[in-house]
């Protein structure tokens, strides 16, 4: 038996050890270098991509100095950007969207409503890049199919992407993500006992009385699990880049995006790691929060 315990043990570890390395390479290492970086000058090109200077915390105050903190392009700028496209585009667009569609689907035919489930599992797994070039033909000022309806119905076509870059990837993504909510909701709905419905049913409730007497106190906890899940999601989603460039005038330039070109484009290694810190420690923020919930909800259901 302890032969057979001690080989158990080998046996896991071996198996364990590929994903170990991977996760040691890909996720903690980078990991610290980012941290190391973000407290050194290092750029793409010249003498500081190969012997770094020290500079201290130089690039975090050159990230929140006063005087250019709300300037467009800049840091403070970028953070508000990406704090108005989560909420509208997560909280209000993928959450509140997900929550009408799924609460829709209780009372359709179940083959639509197989149907409706299946086309949003598609839409859901599809790959971002094709999402994104898709929404990019559509919204095209010269060949967009959006512009070719507006033509045939008489109405004059839009520039979209150049007219309302930001309110265009608010789009985007809350139909990017509406799809993850809806599958959630309404697996949370469909868990609701019949009965109490039924019993709403013949006390003469209506639709919105049940929903929000019956449906919505049932399901907080999942609608606390979406919002923490896609928010995290949005806040480091990159596709709009694809859409906007982060343009026009840095309208659309959100973190993810600020992060790019700080470091890429700009070629400040230092500064783009530490944006990348900033973000992870928000990112953190969100995670702990999330774990918290997570945490009470499992007390609440052994209580």
């Not at 953070?79 to 929550?99: D, P």
């Not at 009408?100 to 598609?122: F, N, R």
């Not at 060949?143 to 150049?162: C, S, V």
């Not at 609701?192 to 709403?200: C, G, K």
Request: glycine letters at 8%; a neutral charge; proline letters at 5%.
């Amino acid at each position: 038996m302890k032969s057979f315990s001690l080989l158990s043990r080998g046996t896991g570890v071996a198996f364990l050890a590929p994903a170990g390395l991977l996760i040691g390479a890909f996720v903690i290492a980078p990991f610290f270098w980012v941290i190391f970086v973000s407290f050194t000058n290092r750029s793409l090109l010249g003498r500081t991509a190969v012997d770094p200077d020290f500079v201290g915390l130089a690039n975090y105050f050159s990230l929140f100095d006063a005087a250019t903190f709300f300037t467009r392009g800049e840091f403070g700028s970028s953070l508000i950007l990406t704090i108005e496209f989560v909420l509208l585009s997560a909280v209000v667009g993928q959450a509140a969207l997900g929550m009408l569609l799924a609460w829709l689907l209780q009372s359709v035919p179940k083959s639509l409503k197989h149907l409706t489930e299946t086309v949003a599992i598609g839409a859901w797994i599809l790959p971002e890049v094709v999402i994104a070039f898709a929404w990019f033909a559509f919204l095209d000022y010269e060949n967009g199919t959006l512009n070719m309806i507006m033509e045939a119905l008489g109405f004059p076509p839009g520039d979209w992407l150049l007219s309302f870059p930001f309110w265009a990837i608010v789009v985007f993504n809350t139909w990017r993500g509406t799809a993850f909510s809806m599958m959630l909701f309404n697996s949370a709905f469909s868990s609701i006992p019949p009965s109490y419905f039924q019993a709403a049913d013949v006390a003469g409730a209506s639709s919105w009385q049940k929903f929000r007497d019956i449906g919505l106190p049932l399901i907080r906890g999942h609608v606390v699990t979406d919002l923490i899940l896609i928010t995290m999601w949005s806040f480091n989603v990159f596709t709009p880049f694809l859409l906007t460039s982060g343009g026009p005038s840095y309208r659309t330039e959100i973190l993810p995006i600020y992060t790019y070109r700080i470091a890429f484009r700009d070629f400040d290694f230092g500064k783009g790691a530490a944006v990348g810190v900033v973000v992870m420690l928000i990112n953190l923020v969100f995670a702990l929060f999330y774990l918290w919930v997570m945490r009470r909800r499992a007390k609440g259901v052994a209580a």
